[in-house]
């Protein structure tokens, strides 16, 4: 088939854009940013993520990809147009669609047979139906074009291997036509038929295929990322109160975790949820809401507890850390492990937030950088150079890394030992351990 991804040279648009082409499809990755697509040429990939650069390396080599800044061509010449282009959120707080309203104008301008529009990347609804108005004043839906909604559930830090085994594939659609173009699409992901490096697992399990009308695909998506934000909300706040009465929150969610209706998964208490998706879906969520008049209390709930979370990590260190000129070094920038993405994380807003009281900061990230121009700021590339002269260290994300901590070398490096381990990585009791202060979260 003739794919076109537009905006291939993001998370999402860049993995399908691969995943498609090894799946035997002829595509046009298109991106407005010549740079990116100038590197992606040259196989350099515009984020860090596992098996991305030998992935892309080898389709360049051996399958049938190109990247382009010319969306225009791409369009004409694809019978399926995939969209991945982002919905940034403006100062205001409010999405900005100004990408999806340039894509229906070149989709208004360069259609001329029939085109499967599929839309990969999580648009509100509204602007959704939108595109299709737009469009159907022009041409005839079914003969000319058609929408189906094909949301992603790609992790970050996980994304190849995710798209090559999906839990589901979600297709939300209005027309049988559309609906088997898009299986057809799928269908070599289906039976396994891949032309990828040997190091990606492949899983042999049978992927689901959930047909749905359109917004109901949309409404999958949506619920799927609220859900697991309002469980991580749940769990910090239990964690909250298990510290109170002197309860161990992993022992509480192993407990709990048993009944099958409840599970153990993403289940962890941490620094709060952060990156590019659960915020901005929460939001849309609510957004939807005040445009239809429902008001969205639960969302809401959820996004302010996740808001507090970083707050009380601040307060805990206003309270434990004394004294004048404190250094605190903040150990993990990312907003999760293995991935180098800061948007929305949770210790770039505490990093902020100490700067603002005053405290001298120290980082250390594997992957990630904070670039901030501050003189008391400082980050490091060496994991050991942050902890000198601190007065706390606070774990922020979960890398592998940060588990090897030398408790000894530490001690001798800083001015006073308390650690905060926001992932409960270490998961020390809350006792001296090694002449350390030591808090974890829950216990
Ligand atoms: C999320 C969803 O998990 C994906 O299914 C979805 O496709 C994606 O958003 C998207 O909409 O594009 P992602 O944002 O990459 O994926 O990250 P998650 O692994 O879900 O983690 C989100 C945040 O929750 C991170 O800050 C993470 O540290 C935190 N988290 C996660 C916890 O604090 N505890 C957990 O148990 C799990």
């Known amino acids: 088939m003739k794919i076109s991804v537009i905006g291939g040279a993001g998370y999402v648009g860049l993995i399908t854009a691969l995943g498609a082409s090894s799946m035997g499809h002829e595509v046009i990755s298109t991106d407005i940013d010549k740079n990116k697509i100038n590197n992606l040429q040259n ?6 993520e596992d098996n991305l650069d030998s992935l892309l390396k ?4 051996k399958n049938n990809i190109r990247f382009t800044t ?7 010449q694809s019978d399926l147009i995939i969209i991945s282009v982002g919905t940034p959120t403006n100062s205001k707080g409010e999405i900005d669609l100004s990408q999806v309203e340039k894509v229906t104008f070149d989709l208004l301008e360069n259609i001329s047979s029939y085109k499967l529009i599929v839309i990969k990347s999580t648009l509100p609804i509204t602007a959704v139906n939108m595109m299709k108005n737009t469009l159907s004043n022009k041409f005839k839906i079914d003969k000319d074009f058609d929408i189906i909604s094909n949301p992603e559930f790609l992790r970050e830090g996980r994304a190849v291997n995710d798209f090559y085994n999906p839990d589901r594939i979600v297709i939300g659609g209005e027309t ?3 609906i088997n173009i898009l299986k057809e699409f799928y269908d070599p992901l289906l ?7 040997k190091d990606i697992f492949i899983s042999q399990n049978e992927i689901p295929i959930v047909e749905t009308n359109l917004p109901s695909a949309q409404m999958i998506k949506y619920g799927s990322n609220a859900f697991l934000a309002n469980k991580i909300s749940f769990i910090n706040e239990i964690a909250q109160i298990c510290e109170t009465v002197d309860a161990n929150v992993n022992d509480v969610i192993e407990g709990m975790g048993i009944d099958p209706r409840i599970g153990n998964n993403y289940m962890q208490p941490g620094p709060g949820f952060g990156g590019p998706c659960l915020e901005k879906d929460l939001l849309a969520l609510v957004e939807l809401g005040n445009h239809y008049n429902l008001e969205a209390t639960f969302m809401k709930a959820i996004l302010e507890r996740n808001e507090r979370q970083v707050e009380l990590i601040l307060n805990k260190i206003i309270s434990e850390v004394k004294g004048e000129d404190l250094i605190v070094s903040i150990l993990g920038l990312s907003f999760k492990a293995n991935t ?3 948007r929305n994380s949770a210790s770039i807003k505490l990093i902020d937030l100490l700067l603002d009281k005053g405290y001298k900061i120290k980082s250390y990230d594997p992957k990630a950088v904070y670039n901030l121009e501050n003189k008391n700021y400082n980050q490091f ?3 050991y150079s942050s902890l000198e002269s601190s007065s706390c260290v606070v774990i922020m994300t979960e890398w592998e890394e940060f588990e090897g901590l030398d408790l000894n070398k530490t001690s001798e490096l800083m ?3 308390i650690i905060l381990d926001m992932r409960n990585l270490l998961n020390l009791d809350k006792k001296n351990i090694n002449k350390f202060k030591y808090y974890g979260l829950g216990n």
């Open 191 to 197: 039976k396994k038929e891949l032309n990828i490096p």
């Open 340 to 342: 180098n993405d800061i």
């Open 381 to 383: 590339n060496d994991l």
């Open 70 to 76: 010319d969306s225009k061509i791409a369009i004409k």
């Open 176 to 178: 049988e036509k559309s």
């Open 43 to 48: 196989n350099i990939s515009p984020i860090y």
């Open 58 to 61: 080898y389709c360049n080599l």
């Open 415 to 417: 001015k006073t030992n």
